[in-house]
């Protein structure tokens, strides 16, 4: 084979098992400089990256183990990315005398505690177009939560605290503490890929039993 270029070596040997007889003889015959030459012009190409999975963007909210000022537990609310939390606000829900937290299906309807540990499908927003001032417990905006498990509480939204002044709290409902906290709410909803869906997580294993949901790990 004397006198053969390398790359007519490889052309008229390939295919299997010509092929290895060519390599063979290249191994052979080559000098260092033209085995590199000859790796980059016919090495096989990386396998293509499988596609990366789609991450779902939602909601998970936990219990910040603190207090406000009026009793109320100072909840953390964060912005997921598959796992990944990109973005975090603060919310209070309940009232101050019934911060106690219960599995979900034994929770009743007028309890007064935290939102319940569940699922739940965040509703397109009630925007009213201004702010009522602070007569009003609701503010300008309104987002409604529909619970996945069939609890008995009922009418749970998102809303900010906008009397807090004189009535702190909720009946249940997720309120961040001002104007401009729901105000970055209403920016998280109105991005190109919204949640669709609010997480409440009270560490009491009712996600993961009953629901399936593995908590991301985010927050203490």
Not at 170 to 182: F, K, L, N, R
């Amino acid at each position: 084979m004397n006198g053969i270029s390398f790359l007519d070596a490889f052309k008229f040997y390939k295919g299997s098992p010509g092929q290895v007889k060519a390599a063979t003889w290249l191994n052979e015959n080559l000098s260092d400089e033209q085995k590199a030459a000859f790796a980059i012009l016919y090495r096989e190409p990386p396998p293509p990256k499988p596609p990366e999975g789609k991450k779902e963007i939602y909601i998970y909210a936990k219990w910040s183990g603190k207090y406000d000022e009026f009793g109320l537990k100072i909840f953390g609310m964060y912005l997921m990315n598959g796992d990944t939390a990109v973005d975090k606000l603060p919310f209070c829900s309940g009232q101050s005398y019934a911060q106690d937290v219960v599995p979900p299906l034994s929770d009743t309807s007028g309890s007064m505690r935290p939102l319940p540990e569940g699922i739940y499908d965040l509703g397109a927003v009630d925007d009213i177009g201004y702010d009522p001032g602070a007569s009003d417990g609701y503010g300008q905006w309104v987002y409604p939560l529909e619970p996945r498990a069939k609890i008995q509480r009922s009418l749970l939204r998102v809303h900010s605290d906008r009397n807090r002044s004189t009535s702190p709290g909720s009946a249940g409902c997720v309120t961040p503490y001002t104007v401009s906290q729901m105000f970055a709410f209403v920016g998280w909803t109105k991005q190109k890929n919204p949640p669709k869906y609010f997480v409440m997580d009270h560490g009491l294993g009712f996600l993961l039993e009953e629901q399936g949901f593995k908590a991301p790990n985010v927050g203490k």
